[in-house]
């Protein structure tokens, strides 16, 4: 990644657009490949999870319309859905300002979260304690 390359484009011209691969060139993936990825329902704009993408879930992604991630731990491709029936689809995708975070905006169907919350984000700092917050229902496998 080029920290000048984004610094470059801040101020290009709106009616010009810029070669999507020419851009994903500059993209800042860590050590192991990976970019992280923040997704955000597109209608009530709550953030529902983060994960990792690599270049080939990003670009699978972009083909498809269905979020797909990089798993971490099984070291896989992850279809957000494939078998929980909890799909993304995909509405808008986002490079932040520096290029080493990418935003995806989606249409969730049920829950986000493995936990069968509607997101991942339910343990609340409260002063010096954390709640739980958040209604989450059994996730079935499909």
């Given at each position: 990644?080029?920290?000048?390359?984004?610094?470059?484009?801040?101020?290009?011209?709106?009616?010009?657009?810029?070669?999507?691969?020419?851009?994903?060139?500059?993209?800042?993936?860590?050590?192991?490949?990976?970019?992280?990825?923040?997704?955000?329902?597109t209608e009530t704009k709550q953030v529902l999870?983060?994960?990792?993408?690599?270049?080939?879930?990003?670009?699978?992604?972009?083909?498809?319309?269905?979020?797909?991630?990089?798993?971490?731990?099984?070291?896989?491709?992850?279809?957000?859905?494939?078998?929980?029936?909890?799909?993304?689809?995909?509405?808008?995708?986002?490079?932040?300002?520096?290029?080493?975070?990418?935003?995806?905006?989606?249409?969730?169907?049920?829950a986000a979260c493995h936990t069968g919350r509607?997101?991942?984000?339910?343990?609340?700092?409260?002063?010096?304690?954390?709640?739980?917050?958040?209604?989450?229902?059994?996730?079935?496998?499909?």
């Amino acid at each position: 990644m080029q920290h000048t390359y984004f610094q470059s484009i801040e101020y290009h011209p709106k009616e010009q657009p810029i070669p999507l691969d020419e851009v994903l060139a500059q993209l800042a993936f860590n050590q192991d490949g990976l970019i992280p990825v923040i997704t955000q329902d597109t209608e009530t704009k709550q953030v529902l999870m983060m994960a990792w993408m690599n270049i080939d879930a990003l670009k699978r992604t972009l083909n498809t319309g269905r979020v797909t991630y990089w798993s971490r731990s099984r070291q896989n491709f992850w279809v957000k859905g494939e078998t929980s029936g909890h799909v993304q689809l995909l509405v808008n995708l986002s490079f932040d300002c520096d290029g080493d975070a990418v935003l995806c905006e989606v249409h969730q169907t049920g829950a986000a979260c493995h936990t069968g919350r509607r997101h991942c984000f339910y343990l609340k700092v409260e002063e010096d304690h954390v709640r739980v917050t958040g209604e989450y229902q059994k996730v079935e496998e499909v």
